[in-house]
C-alpha cells in the first residue's frame, strides 16, 4: 500500500544558511590570523583578537560551524530520501538547530576571551562540551528515529557513513572530554603529559576522519551519483571502502607524535596503519570518479560536477600525502612547519569547501524549486576558489620544506647555519603574504557564490514540506537473490550496523591507549621532576589562556639539530604533572622547553611588551595588558586541590599556604625586575607567566 507523506525542506534550508553564514565568519577570521603572521599589528592590539586567541576561533568556527551544519544540511536532506520518510521528530530537528547554533556561538564568545581547554579542534571549556554531547544524542536519536521509521528496507551506502559518524563522533569526544572542573569555565584534562598528548592526538586525528572526512564521503555517495544521474561505480568496492575505511582510521593518530616521548612501539603503530589507510582512502576516491563513467561531458558545463571533481581530487591528494608525511624520514623535515598546514589545507578548502559549494549549487535551486540565477557567476566561484586554493597550498609547501630544512642544516664546522630561530621565520614571510592572498581569492568565490544564492533564492518559494510517497515497508521481508548475502542482510539491520561499526572502532583505540594507560614502564617517572609552585601553576593557565602553544612546543626531538638549539631531549617523565600537555604541533616560534634560566626576568619582560627590541623582525604581537591586569589569586586553592585529586603530590593542606608561596615568590621576580629598572608590582600577570617560563626545563637540569 502507498502512503504519502511529506520532506522537510526547512531544516535542510536552515542548516544551509548556517553553513554560508558560518562560513563567511570562520574564512574571514582566518584570512585576518594569516595577516597577522605578517603583520602582527593587525590584532589592533586587542587581547581578544590576537592570533593565539583567535585561532582556535578560526579552526572551530570553519569545523563545526561551516562544516558540521553542512553535514547537517548534507544529512537531512539525503537521510529522508534514502529512507522515504520524513525525519523523526521536527522538535528534536529544531532542537538539533538551534542548539548546535548556540553551541558555535559560545565559542565565538568564549574563545577571545581566552577560555580554552587547549586541545587542538577541541577547546571549548566543558560546559560547552557537555552541550556538545547532549546535541549530538539529539542529532543520533533523531537520525535512527527516521532510520527505525523508514520505508526503504536497505540502508544506502550513504547512511553506513552517516551511522559510522554519529558513533564514532560520540566516543571521540567523550574520551577526549574527560577533564576535572575547576570553576564556570575553568578544567584541567584528566590525562597527563603523553597520555594526554596520545588522546589528544587520537581524538584530532580521527575528527578529522569522522567528522571532515566520513560524513563527506557519504555525502559523495548520495549527490555525486544524482548530478551526474549515473549510479555509483562499484557497490562491492562501497564495502571494502567502508569496512577498512573507518576500523584503519582509528588507529592512525600517533603519526602526529612521531619523534616524541611518546613510546616507540604507539608511534610505529600509527606509522603502519598510516600507510595502510590509503588504499581505503583512494578506493573512495577512485569510487567517486569513476561514477563519473561517461559522464565526463557534464563536467565541462556543470558547476556543481566541477567541484565534486576538485574535491574529490584533493581529498585523493590529501589521503596520500597523509600517510607519506606519516613516514619518520618526511615527518623529520615537515612536523612543526607549514608544510602541514598546507596539507591540512589542501583537504579543508578543496574536500570540504568544494564539496560543500557543489551540493549547495545543486540544493537550494531545487528546495526552492527554481533554476540557478547565475551560472557564469558558479563557473566564476570555481575558478578563484581553485586560484585561492593553489595560492595558498604552493607557497605553504615551498614554506614549510624550506623552514624544516634551515632547521637542520649544519656548517662544514658542524655549527648550525641558523642557530637564531627567527633567521628561518623571515625567510618565509613573503609565503605567508601570498598564503594570505589566496584565503582572499577563496573567500571572494565565497561571497560571489552567497549572492548568486541570494539572488536564486529570490527567484523561486521555499517548499517547506516536499509532498512524497511510497510502499509502507513490509512487516515480513522475504529475501531474494542476492539480499540473502551477509552484508545485504547487515544492511537491513541498523541496530547491529551501529553494534558492529563501533567494535570496528573501538578496537583501534583500545591497543593504543590501554598500554600507555595501564603500563608503568611506557611512562617513567624522574625523581628530580616536580609539581609546579602556586606561581607557575598560574603563568602555566595564562600561558594556554593566551593560546602560546599555537605557536610554540614544549617538546625537542631527539635530532642533533635540535639538541643543538634547544638542549637536551624531551623525556615523558617531564611532563608527568602536565594537565594538559603543551607539546604543540606547530612552530612559527622557538621551541620553549628549555626556555627555563635561559634568559633574566627583564629579558622575559621587555619581549612580552614589545617583542622586536629583543627580536629585530619577531612577528610575535606585545602582551601589553599582561603588565596592568591583576592575577587572580582567588582560584589558586580549587587549582591546587584539582591537581592533587589527579595525582599531583602536594601535599596535605598545602592549598591553604599556597598563594603565601605564590606572594613570595612572585615578589621575588618583581624586586629582580626593579633591579633592572623595570617597575612592576607582583600581582600583575605578566609576574605569573615570566615564572612560568622560568621553570620550563629546570627540574631535569644539572645543579
Known amino acids: 500500500m502507498t502512503e504519502k507523506f511529506y520532506y522537510d525542506n526547512k531544516i535542510v534550508?536552515?542548516?544551509?544558511?548556517?553553513?554560508?553564514?558560518w562560513g563567511i565568519i570562520g574564512m574571514t577570521v582566518g584570512l585576518l590570523i594569516a595577516m597577522q603572521l605578517f603583520k602582527p599589528a593587525l590584532n589592533m592590539g586587542s587581547q581578544y583578537t590576537t592570533f593565539g586567541r583567535i585561532r582556535p576561533l578560526h579552526t572551530n568556527a570553519v569545523i563545526f560551524a561551516f562544516v558540521g551544519n553542512a553535514i547537517f544540511m548534507g544529512v537531512y536532506?539525503?537521510?529522508?530520501?534514502?529512507?522515504?520518510?520524513?525525519?523523526?521528530?521536527?522538535?528534536l530537528s529544531k532542537i538539533h538547530f538551534w542548539g548546535w547554533q548556540l553551541i558555535i556561538i559560545s565559542a565565538v564568545i568564549t574563545l577571545p576571551l581566552g577560555l580554552t581547554s587547549s586541545h587542538e579542534y577541541a577547546e571549548l571549556e566543558w560546559p560547552i562540551d557537555i552541550a556538545i554531547t547532549l546535541i549530538w544524542v539529539v542529532f543520533g536519536v533523531n537520525m535512527f528515529g527516521t532510520i527505525i521509521k523508514r520505508r526503504e528496507k536497505h540502508m544506502y551506502v550513504a547512511i553506513w557513513f552517516y551511522i559510522a559518524t554519529f558513533v564514532t563522533v560520540a566516543v571521540l569526544h567523550i574520551v577526549n572530554s574527560f577533564e576535572l572542573p575547576v570553576s564556570a569555565f575553568k578544567s584541567y584534562y584528566l590525562y597527563a603529559g603523553v597520555q594526554d598528548a596520545l588522546v589528544q592526538w587520537w581524538y584530532g586525528h580521527n575528527a578529522v576522519a569522522f567528522f571532515l572526512t566520513t560524513p563527506y564521503l557519504?555525502?559523495?555517495y548520495y549527490f555525486l551519483p544524482k548530478m551526474a544521474q549515473r549510479p555509483i561505480y562499484s557497490y562491492k568496492l562501497s564495502i571494502l571502502h567502508f569496512w577498512s575505511l573507518i576500523f584503519i582510521y582509528i588507529w592512525a593518530g600517533p603519526h602526529h607524535l612521531l619523534y616524541t616521548s611518546l613510546p616507540g612501539w604507539a608511534q610505529s603503530l600509527g606509522v603502519a596503519f598510516s600507510v595502510m589507510l590509503i588504499a581505503p582512502s583512494w578506493g573512495g576516491m577512485i569510487n567517486g570518479l569513476l561514477t563519473l563513467r561517461g559522464a565526463w561531458d557534464k563536467v565541462r558545463e556543470d558547476a556543481t560536477l566541477k567541484f565534486m571533481v576538485v574535491g574529490i581530487t584533493a581529498y585523493g591528494m590529501a589521503t596520500f600525502e597523509g600517510p607519506m608525511l606519516a613516514l619518520k624520514q618526511i615527518n623529520a623535515i615537515a612536523h612543526?612547519?607549514?608544510?602541514?598546514?598546507?596539507?591540512?589545507?589542501?583537504?579543508?578548502?578543496?574536500?570540504?569547501?568544494?564539496?560543500?559549494?557543489?551540493?549547495?549549487?545543486?540544493l537550494i535551486p531545487r528546495i526552492y524549486r527554481t533554476s540557478l540565477y547565475s551560472k557564469k557567476l558558479a563557473s566564476f566561484h570555481f575558478w578563484i576558489g581553485t586560484l585561492g586554493i593553489i595560492f595558498y597550498a604552493v607557497p605553504l609547501y615551498f614554506a614549510g620544506f624550506t623552514q624544516g630544512l634551515m632547521w637542520k642544516e649544519f656548517t662544514e664546522e658542524g655549527m648550525l647555519r641558523y642557530p637564531n630561530f627567527l633567521e628561518t621565520v623571515l625567510q618565509i614571510l613573503p609565503m605567508y603574504v601570498l598564503r594570505a592572498i589566496g584565503g582572499g581569492l577563496y573567500l571572494i568565490g565565497v561571497i560571489v557564490m552567497t549572492y548568486n544564492l541570494i539572488k536564486t533564492v529570490g527567484t523561486g518559494k521555499l517548499l517547506a514540506n516536499e509532498p512524497a510517497?511510497?510502499?509502507?515497508l513490509p512487516e515480513n521481508y522475504q529475501p531474494q537473490g542476492s539480499d540473502k548475502k551477509l552484508h545485504r542482510m547487515l544492511e537491513r539491520k541498523p541496530m547491529v550496523f551501529l553494534v558492529l561499526s563501533l567494535v570496528v572502532i573501538l578496537i583501534g583505540g583500545m591497543v593504543e591507549m590501554m598500554p600507555t594507560f595501564t603500563i608503568k614502564s611506557n611512562i617513567p617517572t624522574?625523581?628530580?621532576?616536580?609539581?609546579?609552585?602556586?606561581?607557575?601553576?598560574?603563568g602555566r593557565d595564562l600561558y594556554i589562556k593566551e593560546g602560546c602553544v599555537s605557536c610554540h612546543s614544549q617538546m625537542i626531538r631527539p635530532f642533533r639539530s635540535e639538541t643543538e638549539r634547544y638542549g637536551e631531549y624531551s623525556k615523558a617523565g617531564e611532563f608527568v604533572y602536565d594537565h594538559p600537555h603543551l607539546w604543540g604541533s606547530k612552530r612559527t616560534g622557538p621551541d620553549l622547553q628549555r626556555e627555563g634560566g635561559k634568559y633574566g626576568n627583564a629579558w622575559h619582560f621587555n619581549h612580552m611588551?614589545?617583542?622586536?627590541?629583543m627580536s629585530p623582525g619577531s612577528i610575535m604581537p606585545p602582551y601589553e595588558w599582561l603588565v596592568t591586569q591583576s592575577l587572580d589569586t582567588s582560584t589558586t586553592r580549587s587549582k591546587i586541590n584539582a591537581m592533587r585529586t589527579l595525582g599531583v603530590p602536594y601535599e596535605a593542606g598545602y592549598e591553604?599556604?599556597?598563594?603565601?608561596?605564590?606572594?613570595?615568590?612572585?615578589?621575588?621576580?618583581?624586586?629582580?625586575?626593579?633591579?633592572?629598572?623595570?617597575?612592576?608590582?607582583?600581582?600583575?600577570?605578566?609576574i605569573a607567566l615570566i615564572a612560568y617560563l622560568q621553570r620550563l626545563g629546570t627540574d631535569i637540569k644539572a645543579k
Open 336 to 362: 612543526y612547519t607549514d608544510w602541514i598546514v598546507a596539507h591540512v589545507h589542501v583537504g579543508a578548502l578543496g574536500w570540504n569547501g568544494f564539496l560543500t559549494f557543489g551540493i549547495l549549487y545543486w
Open 13 to 21: 534550508r536552515n542548516f544551509a544558511i548556517a553553513t554560508i553564514a
Open 469 to 472: 510517497e511510497a510502499p509502507a
Open 526 to 538: 624522574i625523581s628530580s621532576v616536580k609539581p609546579y609552585t602556586p606561581l607557575e601553576l598560574q
Open 77 to 91: 536532506y539525503s537521510l529522508q530520501r534514502l529512507l522515504k520518510a520524513r525525519m523523526f521528530s521536527d522538535v
Open 609 to 613: 611588551m614589545d617583542p622586536q627590541t
Open 656 to 686: 591553604n599556604r599556597a598563594n603565601r608561596d605564590l606572594d613570595a615568590q612572585a615578589r621575588a621576580i618583581a624586586d629582580d625586575l626593579q633591579k633592572n629598572n623595570i617597575k612592576v608590582k607582583s600581582d600583575k600577570e605578566i
Open 218 to 220: 557519504g555525502m559523495m
